[in-house]
C-alpha cells in the first residue's frame, strides 16, 4: 500500500527530450514505473531517443487522450514551469509532480489560486517527488536504489535530507510505504498536513517521519493536524535551528521571518502536538525504530486483535519486527522485478549494475544495524579511536 | 536582490509615489550642488543595503550646501556599522541628498509575500519610523493585514480601508488609495519580494510621501527583469557571497570556524545544526547543487579555502544526481590549486560513494572519512 504514486500510475513526462527530463524518466522507468508519454512542444509526432518507442506529444491534451496516463512529471526549466503546470492541470490528469527549482514566486501565486476547486493534485515545485517501494513506482529524482519496501512514511520538505532519513531507515530494516518530498519553495501545492491526511488513511502506513524547516508555518499546521486527527505515531526532525534570522537558506522558504518560522517554535508546537522530536540528524533511523518497538509493545498487549491482521498481512508483520529477516524479504522479489528493466534499458545498463551493486550493500549493512543500534555507550570509545 | 534607496526611490516615482525631492551624489561636490538646488537645508542618508542607517549616524540634516558637502565627505569612503551589517559594516559610495520634509505623522507600509496567504499581502500601521516587529510585539492592534486576491489583484475599496484605517481623511483617502494601487502595481510588474515604506509620512498641510523605500526584487525572476538586474551593487555583498552567487551555489557566511559543504539545501541546514549541536560553529551554509559539475564543486570549495575563519571543513554529500566522485574531484582539484587546505572530515552516501572515497584516498590530501552522521559529530566535539 501506497500513498500518490503507485502500479497504476501512468507517467507522462513534461520535458521528456530535455537532458534531466530524459535522464531521470530512465531512472523512474528502472524502478519500475510506467513511463508512458512524453511532451515537448515543438517534438510531438517523434518517440523518445532513449528507448525509440515513447511517443512524444506537443500537448498534454493530446498526450493524456492517447495514452491514458494519469500523472505529469515536469522538469519544464523556470520560466516555462508555470505554464506547464497549468497546462497539466488542464489536460485531466490527476496528479501533478514539478521538480523544477526557481519558478518566480509570483507565477506560483497565481497557479495556486489557478488550482483551487480543480480536481487535481499538485506536489512541489522544487521537490524531489514522490516514491513507493513497494508498487516498484517513482516519481521523481530520488536516488531508488536506497528505498526499501515497508510501513513507515516519509513526508519532507528537501530532496537530499530525504534520502538520508530514508537511508538511515533501509539501513536499520525500517522498510517505506511511501516517501514523499513537498519541495522548499514557500508556495507549493501539497503541505505537510495533506501528505499526512493521505498517510494517516494509508492502510499500509504504520508511522511516518516529518522532516520539517525553518520558514513558513506549514510544521505547526502539521501539529494542529496531528494532535486533533492523526492516529499513527510521528517522529518529526525540524533543521536550520543553527541558521540565523532573516537569511534565505538555499531553500527559497528557508528563511526566519518572524518567531513562528523558527526552528524553535515549530519544535514546540509538534512536541505539544505528541508526535516524538528526532534530536539530531543523525538519529531518524533509531528513533522511528523506537517507535515501532513501542508501537509492537502495545499490539502484543492486545493480542487477538492484534494477532490477526498480522498473520493476514506479512507486511504488517515485516513491519513489526524490524529485523534481518524483514530486510531480506524484498530482497527474494527483486530479481523478478529487475528482468523487464533489464530488457527496457540495456543501453544503461552500466548505471543499473551501480543499483544492483548497492542494493546488497545496503542490506549488509542492515545487518549489522543491531550492534549500531546498541552503541550509544560505546560510542564515546569508537570516537576516540577514531580521533587519532 | 537588493536594492539602494535611491533606486527605490526612483523606481516608485516612475509608478506615481510620491517620494521627496533630490538626487543621488557620489562626490561632495555633487552633494553641495544637489542641496542648494533644494534651497540650501536637505537630508544626507548614506545609501547602503542595510536598515539602522539613522542610528549609526548615516542620515544627517544639514543647514548649507557647504555641510552637505561635508557631510558627504564624511559618509563617502567609509564603512558604515549597522545592527544589520557585521562588525567590518558596509562601504559607502553614494549618498541621497534630498529635500527635508516637515513631517506630520509617520506611517508604516509594506508588501510581501506570504506562504500562510499563498500570495502578497499589504502590511500598514499607524505606528510608523519604527521596526514593524516591535510594532507587531507590542501594539499588534495597530497592525492591518491584507490579502488582495492574488489574480484579481487589489480593489478600491481595499486600498480605501487600509487609507481609513491608517488614519487619512478627506482628500489624503484618495491620495492614499491611488498610491496603494500604484505599491501593488509595482509589486507584480517588477516581481519583487519586498516593498517597504517605513516611514510613509504625512508633512505639511497633509500631503503623503515616501521618506525612505526599501525594495528587493525575486532572484528567480531574473530573466524577465534584465534591466532590473543593472541595479545590482555586488560591493554591498560579502566577497565571499558575492563569489558564491555569481558561480550558482547556494552560499551564506556564518561566524563559525567549521566549513561545511553539502549538497541539498535541507540536508546542509542539517549539518550546520549538527556542527551546533556538538559545540562547534559552522562557518557557513553551502549547497554545492543537485546537478553539480567537478568545475562547479572546485568553485564552492575554493570559496572555503578563501575563508581565512576555516580551521576545519566538513563536507557530508549524499549522491543522487551529484556522483560522490565527482564532488571529490572538485575538492581535490581546489586543494591542489590553492597548495594548503584545513583538515577536511569527509562523510560521502549514495550514488559512486566507494569511487569518490578513492578519489580522497589517492589525492595525498589531509582527509578523514567517515561512515555517518554520528561520526561526523564526534570527530567535531
Known sequence: ?388 | MKIHEYQAKSLMAQYGIPVPKGGVASTPEEARQIAASLGGRAVVKAQVHAGGRGKAGGVKLTNTPEEAAQVAASLIGRNLVTHQTGPEGVPIRKVLVEEVQPIVKELYLSITIDAAARGPVIIASEAGGMEIEEVAARTPEKIIRIAPNPTVGLFPYQARKIAYALGLRGDQVRDGAALLTNLWKLFYEKDLSLIEINPLAIVGEGRIVALDGKINIEDDADFRHKDLMTLRDPEQEDPLERMANDSGIAYVRLDGDIGCVVNGAGLAMATMDMVSLVGAKPANFLDVGGGAEEEKVKRAFTILLDDPRVKKVLINVFGGILRCDILARGVVAACKEKGVHPPIIARLQGTNKEEGRQVFRDSGLKVTLIETLHDAAAMLR
Open chain 1, 1 to 388: 500500500m501506497s500513498i500518490l504514486v503507485d502500479r497504476n500510475t501512468r507517467v507522462v513526462v513534461q520535458g521528456l527530450t530535455g537532458r534531466e527530463g530524459g535522464y531521470h524518466a530512465l531512472r523512474c522507468r528502472e524502478f519500475g514505473t510506467q513511463i508512458v508519454a512524453g511532451v515537448t512542444p515543438g517534438r510531438g509526432g517523434t518517440l523518445w531517443q532513449e528507448d525509440n518507442k515513447t511517443p512524444v506529444y506537443n500537448t498534454m491534451e493530446q498526450a493524456v487522450k492517447e495514452t491514458g496516463a494519469n500523472t505529469s512529471l515536469i522538469f519544464v526549466p523556470s520560466p516555462g514551469a508555470a505554464d506547464a503546470i497549468v497546462e497539466a492541470a488542464d489536460s485531466g490528469v490527476k496528479l501533478i509532480i514539478c521538480i523544477t527549482e526557481g519558478i518566480p514566486v509570483l507565477d506560483m501565486v497565481k497557479v495556486d489560486a489557478y488550482l483551487k476547486g480543480k480536481n487535481v493534485t499538485l506536489l512541489g515545485p522544487n521537490c524531489p517527488g514522490a516514491i513507493s517501494p513497494g508498487e516498484k513506482c517513482k516519481v521523481g529524482i530520488m536516488p531508488g536504489n536506497i528505498h526499501l519496501p515497508g510501513r513507515v512514511g516519509v513526508v519532507s520538505r528537501s530532496g537530499t535530507l530525504t534520502y538520508e532519513a530514508v537511508n538511515q531507515l533501509t539501513e536499520l530494516g525500517i522498510g517505506q510505504s511511501s516517501c514523499v518530498g513537498i519541495g522548499g519553495d514557500s508556495i507549493r501545492g501539497l503541505s505537510h498536513t495533506n501528505v499526512l491526511e493521505m498517510f494517516n488513511n494509508d492502510p499500509g502506513t504504520d508511522a511516518v517521519v516529518m522532516i520539517g524547516e525553518i520558514g513558513g508555518t506549514s510544521e505547526q499546521e502539521a501539529a494542529a493536524y496531528i494532535k486533533k486527527n492523526f492516529k499513527k505515531p510521528v517522529a518529526f526532525l525540524i533543521v536550520g535551528q543553527s541558521a540565523p534570522p532573516g537569511r534565505r537558506m538555499g531553500h527559497a522558504g528557508a528563511i526566519i521571518t518572524g518567531r513562528s518560522a523558527t526552528a524553535e517554535a515549530k519544535v514546540e508546537a509538534l512536541k505539544d502536538a505528541g508526535a516524538k522530536h528526532i534530536p539530531t540528524p543523525a538519529d531518524i533511523g533509531l528513533v522511528m525504530q523506537q517507535l515501532l518497538k513501542a508501537r509492537k509493545t502495545v499490539a502484543v498487549s492486545a493480542p487477538k486483535v492484534a494477532a490477526r491482521p498480522a498473520a493476514k498481512a506479512p507486511a504488517a508483520r515485516a513491519a513489526a519486527r524490524p529485523t534481518a529477516k524483514v530486510a531480506a524479504k524484498p530482497t527474494a522479489k527483486k530479481p523478478a522485478a529487475k528482468k523487464p528493466v533489464a530488457k527496457a534499458a540495456v543501453k544503461k545498463a552500466t548505471a543499473l549494475r551501480g543499483r544492483i551493486a548497492a542494493r546488497p550493500a545496503a542490506r549488509a549493512v542492515a545487518k549489522k544495524a543491531p550492534a549500531r543500534r546498541a552503541t550509544p555507550s560505546r560510542r564515546p570509545a569508537t570516537r576516540s579511536g577514531r580521533r587519532r
